[in-house]
């Protein structure tokens, strides 16, 4: 099924996906009626290639993040330091369940790849599964580690015939995307899949 995503602030980058590809990229005008059967998602703000979280280790083999059952004792932040390693060493399989919901929060910060060796198998497996890209570890890291790190890399521009693999931000520009941070996202699509809405 083709599906269409538009977002307010970029119309000229409008996105056709078919499945797990995109089919075409331009205008939303031209788009639609090139393909006028094709499902039309309409988003606030802008559409971009997503983010690349250089992060992976960190945020997904160093760090908890808590089953909302569990706010009553851990809270619901992100844990990360000695907590987080007594956690799982106190229950080693929290560590791939910790690593899905750490997936879930990357999502909603519109990442769709992540850099940086993972260790763990199970941690491994839940990345792999999730459809994340893998990409090489800048040579320089972006300040302290974060789910919205500064700057914000993005990766590089959409290609027809590449993997429908995107996000949406609701700011005006990237500008403002640069300023407000990755918090700021509405949507992400893996695979062609909407795997994230925000609202």
Not at 38 to 59: H, M, Q
Request: aromatic share 6%; proline share 10%; hydrophobic share 45%.
């Amino acid at each position: 099924m083709l599906t269409l995503h538009v977002a307010e602030a970029s119309p000229e980058t409008a996105v056709l996906v078919d499945g797990a590809t995109i089919a075409a990229l331009g205008p939303y005008e031209e788009l639609a009626a090139a393909a006028p059967q094709a499902r039309v998602r309409r988003w606030p703000g802008i559409l971009t290639p997503g983010l690349l979280n250089p992060y992976g280790p960190e945020i997904l083999e160093g760090t908890y993040h808590p089953d909302p059952r569990e706010a009553d004792t851990l809270g619901t932040a992100p844990i990360g330091g000695e907590r987080a390693r007594a956690l799982f060493r106190a229950e080693p399989a929290r560590l791939g369940a910790s690593a899905r919901r750490g997936v879930q929060r990357l999502f909603a910060h519109g990442t769709v790849a992540i850099a940086g060796e993972l260790r763990a198998k199970a941690v491994l497996e839940v990345a792999q599964r999730s459809g994340l890209a893998f990409a090489a570890r800048p040579d320089r890291l972006p300040g302290p580690v974060s789910l919205s790190p500064r700057p914000l890399v993005l990766l590089p521009p959409l290609a027809v015939g590449g993997p429908a693999r995107f996000a949406i931000f609701d700011v005006p520009d990237r500008a403002e995307l640069v300023r407000r941070g990755a918090s700021t996202c509405v949507a992400t699509v893996i695979g062609g899949r909407l795997i994230y809405r925000g609202r």
